[in-house]
């Protein structure tokens, strides 16, 4: 149904500005939409694969033919007591007549055209016969040909190239089964290295599965992280540096300490990227680049070295260690301790790692170093997938690989057994257009999927209401929640889609350290100006604005003074404030004023009034929150985008403190609900597999991001790369369905469809 009622107003979904789309369907949700001829309770359906319209549960057929038959452009613009229709009369009302140009109408969906046609796949003679692979095939275990190849070479240095969902980890436990059971290789001399420790307890429960593979040899084996391998060698021959209570285990504990060391520097605490800081840090100690050894470049990098040094120093003196010491510390006793390396040289025969393409130099070069004597290294892993490198991982290790080990031999799986035809195929097209990367396409084995869609809301509201109707719909189709997955460049842009979800009754699950967007330190000091202007005898909303007004915390005592003395609320004691400076003091005079001002406008013109002219604009550029990745201006722009849907300051803050609440409540069910769909970023959705899977946000800035584009206009083309992969990794996590949405705007701004997309 295209029309409904809106109080005195009949709405017609043809002649509506689709940036409107949101409002009426939110009123559809506080039931002020109704049938303009029965009066019945409609909704506004905005789904992906229709045009928006109104559900009307039991229409009648005057209903139906009243309303399908009044095109809006025979009843616009008429405000009518009653209106004579096709027979019918519709009842009184002043059509909207909307500003369709103004935004222009609403976009339908699009699949994903110019894929080349499924190839079945032609059943190759195997050339590999062994009796033991047979017997895992009657388990239900089959390899295909080149999956077999990579299981049986088991001697000299391999490098098995596996394209995403091309099952890698079936050939990494099979290969060490082989090993085991074929070739009588004692698993005491395997390492077996994984990204994860849930992938190393993932392999450790498939092999126990195998037949002939006993718990005992399982057990010896020696698999796990990077980490949890080396660490067990450190502390075996130095116990006594490397005792367990002394391990720094969380950020916040590094973060005091190098808090402590910048407060001597004059950095501060609120104002300096600490959390950035100390990824600069890890990142240099991952590539064995030691304090003495940075150049900075800028007074960023000069800020960050001065850190790196005292955490460093501070860690001697107190004989802590954090995870990456682990690793440089085992590097460190390898190369100072001839013995002992020749001594694992011999005990490690057989080398296996996992998700080789995020490597970091110390890793490399620990393997690399063990390794040397055997030359037994298989490396497993997809250059298309390298997306860590903000961490220290360098993909040039896996294109590289044949240069250091000119005798490799090299396996390409390239068998999609996940993803259907069309993703597949959509995915080979978007990685195609990366330049430095092994020549390879992934060819699906199945071919049961529509193609891939491109849909295009209004902005991320809209986009949001989208995504959670479409999940609606396949749910009541039968589909489970956990077949879904939404996901994003960066956590931030999570925001509509969790408040879409948390209103619906369907369960979602996030991921245990994200924060609600209203938590956000930028996005919480904005708020904090609405919260004083409602509660001005609030102290906590007065002190969190001092920072923003550049003023220090200690002003607040005086404050506190001032309320009791001239027995007035926080927001006059601004006019009182002594700071010494004339122009500050003369601002802080205007400032109760316009405090006072922000209750009575919208939220959206307040957010204006604190950004321009109480100055926040400027407190975030001074700040340096302009950062790479998450940059303070965005957090306004995004908050702007929220606030729009709010009429007055009080539900407006209502809502934020309920989204707080509910993000609380969410991670703490997060860790219980297993049929739930998955909200999370691109990065962490690596190496999982879902029936489903949305895109948020498919536009130049967000993916690619901002910071990537920056680099690509100053010539660098690496980290544009990087994006192109993030998207290859999103796009290969679905096996059915693929979403890609392509808002017409982004943080209230016009948006442009991601290069990584254009060949539609
Ligand atoms: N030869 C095969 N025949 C049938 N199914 C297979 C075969 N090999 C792997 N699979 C299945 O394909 C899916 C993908 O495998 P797996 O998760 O090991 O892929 P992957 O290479 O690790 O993927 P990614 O790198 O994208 O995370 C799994 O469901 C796995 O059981």
Known sequence: MKAARSGNDIVHLEAVSVDRLQTIYE???????????????????????????????FPSPDCERAILESAPQKITGVSVDSQEHSGFRLPKGKVIRESVQQEGPFMQSMPI???????????????????YLTLLEEHGVTLDEQQMAAATAIEGPLLV??????????????????????????PKTIMLVTFTAKAAKEMKERLLSYPGISASAVNQLVSGTFHSVFYKILIFHEPEKWQRNLLIKWNWEK??????????????????????ALQQIGLWKNSLLFPEDIKPIDDWEIACAYLYKKYEEYKQKTMMYDFDDMLVGCYSLLKSRSDLLEKYKRRFQYFLVDEFQD???????????????????????????????????????ILHFEKDYPAVKIVKLTE?????????????????????????????????????????????????????????????????????????????????????????SLPFVIDQDAESFYERRIV?????FLRLSMQPQDPRAAAAILSPLFLKQNVLQEMKAQT??????FIDTFSFVKTGLAFQERKLKALPAKIRSLRNVKPIIALEIVEKDLGYQDFVKKRGTEGNIEKGSDDIRDLKVAAKQFETIGEFLDHADHMIGMNKEVKQLSKHFTDAIQLTTIHRSKGLEYKTVYVLSAVEGSIPHDFALDSYRKGDVVPLEEERRLMYVAATRASLGLYFSIPQTRRGKKAFPSRFLKFY
Do not use: W
Not at 524 to 528: N, T
């Open 359 to 397: 490597i970091n130099k110390v890793q490399y070069e620990l393997i690399k170093m063990l390794s040397s004597g055997s030359n037994n290294l298989c490396v497993v892993g997809d250059d298309d997938q390298a997306i860590y490198s903000f961490r220290g991982s360098d993909p040039s290790f």
């Open 524 to 528: 919480r000091g904005m708020l904090a």
């Open 161 to 186: 190239l596996s394209g995403a969902g091309s099952g890698k980890t079936r050939v990494l436990t099979v290969r060490t089964a082989y090993m085991i059971t074929v070739r009588k290789v004692d």
């Open 416 to 504: 999609n057994y996940r993803s259907a035809h069309e993703i597949v195929a959509t995915a080979n097209r978007i990685i195609k257009g990366n330049q430095s990367r092994m020549d390879k396409a992934m060819r699906a084995q199945h071919n049961f999927s529509e193609p891939a869609v491109l849909f295009f809301p209004y902005d991320e509201e809209l986009e949001a209401t989208m995504i959670v109707t479409d999940i609606q719909e396949k749910v009541a189709l039968g589909a489970r929640p956990s077949d879904f997955a939404i996901l994003y460049r960066t956590h931030s842009m999570s925001r509509a889609i969790f408040e879409r979800l948390a209103a619906s």
């Open 27 to 57: 009123k559809g949700r506080r039931s002020e939409l109704t049938c303009p001829i029965c009066g019945s309770l409609l909704k506004l359906h905005i789904g992906i694969h229709e045009p928006p319209y109104f559900d009307h549960s």
């Open 564 to 569: 009791i003395l001239r027995d007035c609320d």
């Open 255 to 276: 973060e005091k300490i190098v808090k402590n060391a910048g407060r001597d520097y004059g950095l501060d605490e609120k104002e300096f990227a600490y959390d950035s």
């Open 113 to 131: 055209k110019g894929n080349p046609a499924f190839l079945e796949k032609l059943l190759i003679e195997r050339s590999i016969e062994d009796t």
